[in-house]
């Protein structure tokens, strides 16, 4: 646990250091889409989606042979719209006890297959390629607007299957697992939450499980 803990503050260490460090961007879009909860004007979305965009350039979406790196950042307008819509309200920052919940679980299904949808909706980028919204962009798109789920890429995925935490595919049970263990060590995930949420930002719970098992196979590898 001691372990765990040292690698949530390694990582947020890091956002600190640098005060125009690409680790920010979860915050400037994370409290971009907090403060303008409610704004449904199409400067708003407008807004947002930019925002979403240079998050997801940040953390590695625009590269390779992602189907956004075609785009432009109003591609993400009608993700926005979506992500926006009161029904998601409960999902925003959700605690490890609501998460758990049969309910949540099941709206966190369905925002999902939305954004999925949205840009299979979209003009392909490769002529007779449906646009792909991968796990890992679903989930980093998920942590930057709602803070509910952890970004599964492929340092969290290890992690979590090499401390048998979860199986590592993004599903309903795989994110129970991962609040489960939140819930398991609370009190330490709790008082080191409640000192990283001082500096401008209240970080959800499963900002917490991302930063933690991300750095855990980043050190790992390195």
Known sequence: MEEAI????????????????????????????????????????????????????????????????????????????????????????????????????????????????????EKPSIEERTNNATDTLVTKILLGTLGCVPAYDRYYVQSVKQYGISTGGFNKESVRDVAKYYLSHKDAFETVRAELSTCGVEYPVMKLMDMCMWQVAFEADN
């Open 6 to 121: 040292r690698c949530i503050r390694t990582y947020y260490n890091e956002t600190v250091e640098d005060p125009h460090g690409r680790y920010l961007s979860w915050q400037h879009c994370y409290n971009a889409f907090i403060t303008n909860r409610g704004g449904l004007d199409e400067n708003t979305f407008d807004y947002l989606a930019l925002h979403l965009a240079f998050y997801l350039a940040s953390w590695g979406m625009y590269r390779g042979s992602s189907f956004l790196l075609q785009k432009d950042y109003k591609v993400h307008i009608p993700v926005v719209k979506i992500l926006m819509e009161e029904q998601y309200n409960s999902l925003v920052g959700i605690t490890a006890e609501e998460l758990i919940k049969d309910e949540n679980l099941t709206l966190l299904e369905d925002v999902s297959a939305r954004i999925r949808r949205a840009y299979a909706d």
